[in-house]
Each structure stands twice: as C-alpha cells, then as structure tokens.
C-alpha cells in the first residue's frame, strides 16, 4: 500500500494498493525532485516471484503497475536523478539486473553481474544515483570462496563497467552493508565483516565518480549500517550495535566528510535497533530507529 505526504505533513488523497498480487513484500520508494515518487517491491504471482514498480504521483493517485521481470522475494534498490529518470536493480535468478524508468519509457534489463557469475548467491541490491543518471549499484555476492561485497557503475549512456571488489578479497563479509551517492557520483559504500573473533566489525570506503577505491577505515564492532549524503557529499553513517535483538542496543552516527574520511562516533541511544538516516540539500541529517523495549516505539533526531 502506499499513500502520499506532503512536505508540510499532511496526507494526500487516499491509501492506493500498489500490489497486483499476494504475497507482496519489501517495498522500496524513490522520489523524483518533482515530486513523483517511484515504489518498487516483490510480489508472488502462480508461483513465482517478479520485480514490479509504480508511480506514486504529486495528487495521490498511482500509475499503472510495471512488471519489470521475474526475480526473487528480495528487497529491490531503487535511486533516481534530478531529471526524474529512475533505477531499478533486483535479483534475477543467479545474477544482479537493473533498469532505467523514465517518465515514457522503460528500459531492456542490464545483466550487471555476468563476469563474476560464479560467485552465485547474490543479494542485498542497493541503488546510488548522481545527477545526470550515472548509477552505482553494489550488491553482496553469497557464492565463492566467501560472501563478497561488489559494486557495479552503470552510466546514463548505457556503458556498464566491470564489477568492483568493494570488500577485501580476505574479508568474510555479513549480511548488511550500505551505500549512498551524492550528486557528483562519489559514492560512500560500508560493510560488515566477521573479525579474527568470530566478531561483526563495520567497515567503509569511498568510490569515485571514476571509479577509485578509497582507503579502508575500520569502525567498530558494529552491525546495520545506512548512509545517507548531501548534495555536496556531506554524510551521515547510522548504526546498531550487534547484539540480541530483544535486548538494548545501541544506535551509533558518523558524520562522513566529503572527502571520505569518517568522524568520531556518537551515541544516539541505548536503547535502539535497525537506524535510518536520510539528508535534506545541504548537511542536515534525520535519523530514526526503533526503540527495543517496550512500547517499541520509532524515535527520531535531526543534526548535526
């Protein structure tokens, strides 16, 4: 389901069904500078699972569903551009696909892990956009020696290049890592990976807009991480600390300079789990979480 808010807080029009079918599951949402938005989710249909998306528009009414190919129960990425064109990558069987949706058309699907198809396995499918449209899409590889974090840049133009070995060739990656892109296509990626201890510890790295890999920083025994960046490249990394899900935990930030270097963390509570972060224009962050204990409540803090 899905229903429009506008800038001021106030609801829009009526809640729209956005599903053709059921099960439907982890819905992602993207919204244009114009204001249309873009949902993308998984849904069930005889038997198989497909990738779909809609438009969710300025007066609340939606567009028409857009089957964008089969896929898997997985969460899509979605990111979009200042001119309102859109991306969409998913998992399809064994490899990692991606479409453009502009307001008239929808684009063929873009294999973009064929050269590490034996690394079968692939999820966690995350989108960063820049202006013009060139796309970064990372993704975690299950299959291989050990579990990989990878990223592929797809440019507006259609050239795809080689998929990048974000994590280390040695790191034996966790499930979560994240990814966001500012609007000159540099891009902050971070992930988890078991240490020498059987321990999460959290680590991040920059990527170019033409395509550089930056320096490793390690950040602590920390798990669930989500990035967000300013226009500029300013950011924020939210995260929990990785223990029990029914006990008190942990919510960390970092501010992340434009330059790729990371700030001292910071305590947001003790009592939280799952953090988001999102950015307005220029350098002001909200993060919200869920609160562990009861009345499991969603807190959330705008800064710095």
Known sequence: ???????????????????????ATNPVVAVSPGGTALVAWSESRGGSWYAMARRLKLDGTVGSAITLGSGSAEKPGIG????????????????????????????????????????????????????????????????GTRPQVWASRWSRTGTLGSPLRISSSTD?????????????????????????????EMLGRQLSASGTRGTTTVLGL???????????????????????????QQVGARLISRSGSFGSAKTLTSDGRVPQVDARPSYRFTALWQQVSYPYSINAVAGP
Do not use: C, E
């Open 1 to 23: 389901m899905g229903r429009r808010i506008s800038a001021s807080g106030s609801l829009v029009g009526s809640t729209q069904k956005l599903s053709t079918s059921a099960p």
């Open 80 to 143: 979009v551009d200042r001119n309102g064109h859109f991306v969409v990558a998913w998992v399809q069987g064994s490899t990692v696909v991606a479409k453009r949706i502009t307001p008239d058309s929808v684009s063929p699907t873009k294999v973009l892990t064929s050269s590490i198809a034996s690394y079968a396995g692939f999820g966690m499918v995350r989108v960063g956009v820049d202006r013009d449209g060139d796309a970064v899409i990372s993704y975690r590889s299950g299959g």
């Open 172 to 200: 034996n990656v966790g499930v979560h890592h994240a990814l966001a892109t500012d609007l000159d296509g540099d891009s902050m990626l971070v992930w988890t990976r078991w240490n020498s201890s059987s321990r999460l």
């Open 222 to 248: 920390n798990d669930r991480p989500d990035i967000a960046l300013d226009d500029d490249g300013d950011g924020m990394l939210v995260y929990q600390t990785p223990s029990s899900p029914y006990s008190a």
